[in-house]
């Protein structure tokens, strides 16, 4: 968040501002938990391909891919493998079941700096 980078000139301050903001309008989403219909087949867990049986919870991600669910122990980052706090994730363009936390997805699109650990702009 550009509010936390002190040492930034007006014009970086300003390209980090626009970089989040388009981040989080392409890419971010929150997870929903929901029991599957009873009764029902179940689903497949898109992390562990567990079954995830009829009335059972189950975590649903809209911007990966309708109808895909996990286990809510198996929503985690595909990359890290860290529990997504709070259902936030982000999905790649394209979805596919593919998950990312948000470190994760910010060096998809940029890289980290070794200094300051922040992504470059």
Not at 97 to 121: F, I, M, N, Q
Request: net charge positive; aromatic share 6%; proline share 7%.
């Amino acid at each position: 968040q550009p509010q936390f980078c002190h040492d930034l000139a007006e014009s970086e301050r300003r390209e980090l501002k626009l970089f989040a903001q388009r981040r989080k309008r392409e890419n971010l989403g929150q997870g929903s938990v929901r029991p599957l219909p009873l009764p029902g087949p179940g689903a497949v867990c898109q992390q562990c391909g567990g079954r995830v049986p009829g009335g059972s919870l189950a975590v649903f991600a809209a911007r990966a891919g309708l109808g895909l669910c996990w286990h809510p122990r198996c929503f985690r980052c595909g990359r890290c493998r860290q529990i997504l706090v709070d259902l936030l994730y982000f999905c790649p363009s394209g979805g596919g079941g593919a998950l990312l936390c948000g470190r994760d997805h910010g060096e998809t699109l940029r890289d980290r700096c070794p200094g300051c650990d922040e992504v470059s702009y």
